[in-house]
């Protein structure tokens, strides 16, 4: 007989320990273990069956392990030693030395962590929708001495922000944009990666005091790095930007530069052709406003159309000191405002929901609609795209059915309908007897969740019926 | 100037310069201050109007009077308040011009009268004296003799500010101390210019979860969404009251009418945040995630159509025999080659040619007994129960005997005839066209009897006796004896009917809740099924033996498979009311169940060899009485997709 094993010794369970064991490992306090696992992009696991009763956190051991090597903790215990250092000499009254000392501080280095994190550039790019909705959020705070936001992360930020749109807007790699209540979301293809992201309106954030802004700013020092890299890579230098348009017209002249040109006996190749076929579809998204120059009026966020319209290959002015861009150029096609203004006739007037709209739905929409003395229609969420055509499929149907009850020469059709429905409604039936205690229970938790979608469909019908019947 | 004058304010107001300055000062104090204040004894003043407060004027359009009592008119600098702020962007002195309002005119102060009083302001004597230090301290120190020497200590460098830079030197010198260290410009490089070199290091790390997306966007939360999307009253009341952790909507739906009324909100910041603290503190778990729809979940079911032939619609109906006097059915049996249908009454037997549908033979009962039922065996013979006992006859006409029934008359003159015997065999002839064979006689009415299929054993379930193990009995014909199985019973077991495996030696017994199979080699109990239901009331067993039916009472047939456990397989209730019979057909995949509530269910069975493979049940057809009378008994076509029925009222009908 060999040894007896203990209890949480042996098997699935010894590879998980709990966070006061592992800060007992690390030897850290909790702050910083916290620092550290955001940094390092670690955290808990939900442990084996047996040790979920116990409602703790668990990491793997493994993880655990990864984290005592890091060499972010001896700048975490460089600094502990340092601090020492500051506070002895503020008791020796040596203002001199603590100045000098705080000045000094040892800082993170973090650069090897983004590699660490994300081996391969793609990688990076799958995980950039966090890092670009936190940038893109302090971009739009003020300074705040009590919350500790300086001035210099605030800089960085919108810099940071500015040149991954830049990137974006001189590559047409935009292709959704929905304004919701919060803010603006945007959706664009890098390299193949989907990108999602949120930027709050342009105007003065008010910060709530119920948030934990220190441990935004620990996530937002890594994910400054990473943009950093990032915009680098896609960029291939650093652009200080100034005037957006004219970075994207620079840009692009770039990239004519390089292209290069596929020798026709190569052009038959299956890869080449495929890639002649995407280039295509890219070219949709580029020249949408092409050939459209948009003059904005300040009522309206200037920051956010510029971007989208230099994106699908529109050109931007607005009233301001260069001479270039006034109202009475002629160049321009369309006007942007919201409020009731005096007309020109060469040009369309259009409120800023158009632009939004017909990149979503890919065509230039009638601008009567859009008109600014006219209520707009329903702005509709492009991520939601496949519902809304069920719905309109449905709703079609539905009134075609009404149109067949004028019509009596139909009637046997319908009659033939109605039972190969009823036929088809039994062999549902029969099917659903058919099905094993297992995969019956499955299929009435999905039967379930649809028939709950289906209602909340079949309400919000109900009550666009009422709202056009009391509007006629 | 203006600079050059706050420089000397500056300057005056530091004491170290004074020092310094001292030297520079004329030596006659007295000379210089009263050069200075000469000056104001000459100044005329115009109006003489005394101490009188230039108040009392103010409405007035002069402002005194001048020593000849002439009247002094107010002169006015500027129209109003515009030109006096034109005149002080134009003016560059205008912050030293003071309005003299005695003499009625602007005075441009001077330097030294600046200087004045800025001396006067700060608390000094109006006029600089030769030395403040000296005027201050004369007083106090005019007998202290020593202090007008220095020390020795302020000519000579400190010993310990000596020892302390050198300390400051010495670790500069050592790079201890870093005074201002110059900031490294950061030079931007491609991280992921080489790919391979760190992808080893996951190797030994768990496999990495990547945190879901934040849920996408939908129609509610747009700033301009359709109507339909928006709260009414109630809604938002509701929203209101439910907790905010159970909101299928974490927001209230607004419309606005413009782009730039959308006002800023701290929503977005409380959801970014949270979701920083989901990245790090909540537990990661892969978990598998079925992306199908309820329609996948569904077999492929073959259409009824593809499925026939089966029973359908009513054929035929037999009527010949008086109903009035045999009575409701109590079971009828079909022979093994399908020629023969035999219908048992309550007082009559009638066999019916099942081609010509003619009644070839009935047989009436005597008021006193009753028929209790009937069973074909594979060889002919036909077994008919009746109150306190069965009598078998022989089916073929041309064929007087069956070996067996001779063997048992044989065995029967063996025995010696005990008075205790409670079963008594009597082999007697009759002169009938159903030839009898021999008559049992028990002392109570057995309810089911099923022939084993060599013909030679028979079981009989008799569930009303006094004497519990006599409950099912199994007679032998060719020995022409009785036995009793199972001699321990339990009282509280009612047997309701008892079966033969069709191809092994076990005995299946059905009692109100469960069924037990019996090996009759081994002797001992194999298996117990539970059925679940509370009163069940028929068994059938599948041709090939694997699999079992069970009907009951309680509206319920179950269907076992004998591989998969000793739980129903799969249970089906179509029938409103209790189950009366439950029956395989010999040839086709089907089964039947027949129920009081006058209908017939017709089912399609798949049985498969591979045991992977799970039957297919497949409901195919309702039979409808027209009377909606009960379905008493039911009984298949051994080689047609027929099926044959008798209600209660005594009508037999075939169903093609």
Known sequence: ?472 | MNQNNTINIRAIRNKKSIKKDLSLQPKNIHDQFYQESDDSEDEKILSKIGRLQTKKYKDKDFIGYDENLNKIQKKKQFQDTIDEFINKTENKDWWRVVRDELNNQDVVLSDKQLQMLDRIRTGKTAIKLADDYYFEHEDFNQFDLLSSYNPKRRFLPSKWERIKINKLVQGIKLGRIVLNPPQKVEKMFDIWENVAEDQVLSKYLPARIPAAKASLPSNVASYNPPEEYLFTEQEKQQWLQTDPEDRDIPFIPQKFKHLRNVPSSEQLTKDLFNRCLDLYLAPRIRRKKLMMKSTDFLPEIPKPEELKPFPTKLNFEFGQIDTTKSGQVKQISISQDGQLLGVCYEFAIAFFDTKTTKCLYTKWQSDDKQFLGLDFSQSGLICILQSNGFIILNSYIDKRQHPNVEDGEKANKQIQKNSNNVFEWNFELDDNVFQQLLEVKMPYDPLYVQFHSKSDYIVSTQPHTHVKSHCILVHSISKSSTSIPFQNMKASTEVQQTIFHPTKPELYIMTNKNIFIYSLTKQSLMKKLLAGNQQNSTIAIHPYGDNLIVGSNDQKVCWFDLDMGKTPFKKMSYHKNGVRRVIFHKTYPLFASCSDDGTINIFHCRISTDLNQAPVILPLKVLKQKKKESVMDVAFHPTQPWIYSASKEGVVSLWT
């Not at chain 1, 390092?40 to 040790?51: S, V």
């Not at chain 1, 302090?138 to 001495?145: I, L, N, Q």
């Open chain 1, 1 to 472: 007989m060999g040894k007896k094993i203990k209890k949480g010794k042996e098997g699935p369970v010894k590879e998980y320990s709990s966070r006061t064991k592992a800060l007992k490992k690390l030897q850290v306090n909790l702050k910083d273990f916290r620092r550290l696992c955001i940094l390092k992009g670690i955290y808990p696991r939900e442990p084996p069956q047996k040790l979920r009763k116990q409602h703790k956190t668990y990491y793997h051991n493994k993880d655990i392990a990864f984290l005592k090597n890091e060499s972010i903790l001896d700048t975490f215990r460089q600094r502990q030693a340092h601090l020492k250092k500051i506070r002895k000499a503020l008791t020796r009254g040596d203002k001199l030395k603590a100045g000098r000392l705080r000045r000094n501080q040892p800082k993170d280095k973090l650069d090897h962590l983004v590699k660490e994190r994300y081996p391969t550039f793609i990688d990076a790019l799958n995980d950039l929708d966090d890092p670009l909705c936190l940038i893109s959020l302090f971009a739009s705070f003020p300074t705040h001495k009590e919350l500790h936001i300086p001035n210099t992360l605030i800089r960085n930020c919108q810099k940071m922000i500015n040149q991954f749109l830049l990137y974006i807007a001189a590559n047409n790699c935009l292709r959704k944009v929905f304004l919701s209540i919060k803010g603006i979301y945007y959706q664009a293809v890098v390299q193949g990666a989907t990108i999602t992201w949120i930027m709050p309106y342009p105007i003065q954030a008010s910060l709530p005091l119920d948030v934990d802004y220190k441990i935004m700013m620990t996530f937002l020092e890594f994910y400054q790095v990473l943009m950093k890299f990032v915009n680098f890579k896609l960029l291939g230098q650093e652009i200080e930007i100034t005037d957006l348009s004219e970075e994207v017209k620079k840009l692009k002249s770039i990239q004519q530069n390089n292209q290069m040109e596929i020798d026709e006996a190569f052009k038959e190749d299956p890869t080449i052709q495929q890639m002649d076929q995407q280039q295509q579809e890219i070219k949709k998204y580029s020249e949408l406003f092409k050939g459209l120059t948009f003059f904005l009026y300040p009522e309206v966020p200037k920051a956010s159309l510029e971007f989208v319209i230099l994106s699908f290959g529109g050109e931007v002015m607005w009233e301001n000191d260069n001479k270039n861009s006034q109202l009475t150029d002629p160049k321009i096609t369309h006007v942007i405002t919201e409020r009731q203004i005096q007309k020109n006739k060469k040009r369309e007037y259009i409120q800023p929901q158009w632009v939004y709209d017909s990149i979503n739905q890919l065509k230039l929409l009638s601008v009567a609609d859009y008109a600014p003395e006219s209520t707009l229609p329903p702005h509709l969420s492009p991520f939601e795209q496949l519902n809304l055509e069920e719905v309109q499929s449905e709703s079609e149907e539905e009134e075609d059915g009404q149109q067949k009850e004028h019509k009596p020469y139909q009637n046997n059709k319908k009659q033939k309908e109605k039972q190969a429905k009823q036929q088809e409604k039994e062999t549902k039936k029969l099917a659903e007897t058919m099905l094993s205690r297992k995969n019956k229970r499955l299929y009435d938790m999905i039967k379930r969740k649809e028939d709950e979608e289906q209602q909340k469909k079949n309400k919000l019908q109900e009550k666009k019926k009422m709202i056009q019947s009391k509007q006629q």
